[in-house]
């Protein structure tokens, strides 16, 4: 069997170029090639590869300063990264030196510096990469309609899975420890969801009430309708929508799992006049558009996403959120809400977003997201920036060690 480093450096650069892929699955799948390795072998390799790819660029440049980013990126073989890394995860990475631009220290594509850059100073910035630098924890969001944070607490603590309430919000759980939770019996009960904690503050956002109608437009594998279903005690209907059938089919088993019989499952063209909105314009209580976007608030757990993104696939993303955001408002019936959610952490794909949205539809009123999660009994301690003036929610993994989520929420006028 070869040792750590070849290994890390192999699942590393199968990370790096995987589209469209999520890391679990491929680190699953990858996995399986080596059916001999055991649990604490994976979990090693695991964290080296994953250490690559957080410090790619640090690490190359300490290799060979003259070799430009993209060469590493393109590398066959990153064994000798992959050693530098693992003497850098047991001594600790030598002090930058000074001579290293921003982008080069933060290990970042110049573009994405740059871009990062556009609404948060250097300092920000640090500290922000600092903390999506480090591994994920794994939090839980109870299912209100199975059981209560209290008896899944202790149901959970006889199966030897210790947890403490997540500060501030309201069904949620952290693990003191990392684990699988794949073959847990309460997760098979349907008793929670994996849900990280900046995930758990959008569906509250849309202050759904029982008996009202939600529409999920982009409900993916249905993490948010999941919520809004729990929120709503399972009472009124959430239109889970989505152009990707496949995605929607994951959300099936959830549902029955759950117990939400709430939501119903809406596959959609992608056009603007898809027949199957037609019937819902201006009759929605609240549209929530959890938007396809970069998903680099999730770095933590998708350190290859930093390798994986263009800024070209930046400028397609935000047409698309543009276009989402526009198309969900018609859906709005009068006094409703609209939320706008992504987990990104870039301008273009957040606040530029909601200042456009703003300036074309000078009828709606931004809310203040702090006064809604208030509302909703969310408190997440140092979300809120004392300075802070505008409407927006910005959970930031330095803030609540919660992957990076911004949302702006409107109501339209009577
Ligand atoms: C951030 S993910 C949604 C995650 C999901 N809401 C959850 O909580 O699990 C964005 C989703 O938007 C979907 N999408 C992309 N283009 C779309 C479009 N034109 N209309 C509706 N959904 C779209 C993607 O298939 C993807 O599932």
Redesign the pocket.
């Known amino acids: 069997m070869r040792s750590d480093p070849p290994l890390a450096a192999e699942l590393a650069a199968h990370l790096l170029r995987q589209r469209d892929q999520g890391a679990e699955g491929l680190l699953r799948r990858f996995f399986r090639q080596y059916p001999k390795l055991g649990k604490r072998d994976r979990a090693r390799i695991g964290d080296l590869s994953y250490f690559v790819l957080r410090h790619l660029r640090l690490l190359g440049w300490a290799e060979d300063p003259a070799t430009p980013l993209e060469n590493w990126i393109e590398q066959a073989d990153l064994t000798p990264l992959a050693q530098r890394a693992q003497t850098w995860l047991a001594e600790g990475a030598p002090p930058p030196d000074p001579a290293l631009t921003t982008a080069q220290r933060l290990s970042l594509p110049d573009w994405l510096c740059d871009a990062l850059l556009a609404e948060r100073d250097e300092a920000e910035l640090t500290a922000l990469m600092a903390a999506l630098q480090q591994p994920a924890p794994v939090d839980l969001r109870v299912n209100r309609l199975r059981t209560s944070p209290t008896k899944l607490q202790a149901r959970l603590a006889r199966d030897g899975v210790e947890t403490t309430p997540l500060p501030g919000i309201a069904d949620g759980l952290r693990l003191t420890a990392r684990r699988n939770l794949r073959n847990d019996s309460a997760f098979a009960d349907g008793l929670y969801e994996i849900q990280d904690a900046g ?1 758990q503050l959008i569906a509250p956002l849309c202050g759904a009430q029982a008996g009202q109608t939600i529409i ?10 999941l919520h809004l279903a729990a929120l709503m005690g399972d009472q009124g209907k959430i239109i889970a ?4 059938a496949h ?1 929607l089919d994951r959300m099936r088993p959830r549902l029955k799992r759950a117990g939400a019989r709430s939501v119903e499952i809406q596959p ?1 063209t ?1 056009g603007d006049d898809d027949p199957a909105l037609t019937p819902w314009r201006q009759q929605a209580d609240a549209v929530l558009v ?4 970069s998903g680099l608030g999730t770095l933590r757990r998708q350190p290859h996403l930093t390798w994986r993104l263009r800024a070209e696939e930046i400028t397609r993303l935000a047409a ?1 959120q543009t276009q ?1 955001l526009a198309r969900a408002a018609q859906l709005v019936k009068p006094g409703g809400r609209l939320v706008y959610a992504t ?1 990104s952490l870039l301008a273009a794909e957040n606040q530029a977003q909601a200042r456009a949205f703003d300036a074309a539809h000078p009828d709606w009123t931004p809310l203040p997201t702090q006064d809604l999660l208030r509302h909703a009994g969310m408190t997440p301690p140092g979300l809120w920036r004392e300075e802070s003036v505008d409407p927006w929610l910005r959970a930031a993994p330095q803030d609540q060690s919660s992957d990076g989520f911004f949302a702006a929420v409107w109501q339209r006028s009577e």
Do not use: I, N, T
């Not at 999920?216 to 309708?225: P, R, T």
């Not at 959890?290 to 976007?293: K, R």
């Open positions: 995930s999920d437009l982009c409900a993916g594998g249905g993490g948010k309708a929508c989505d152009v990707h995605r959609l992608g959890d938007a396809p976007c698309l989402l987990c």
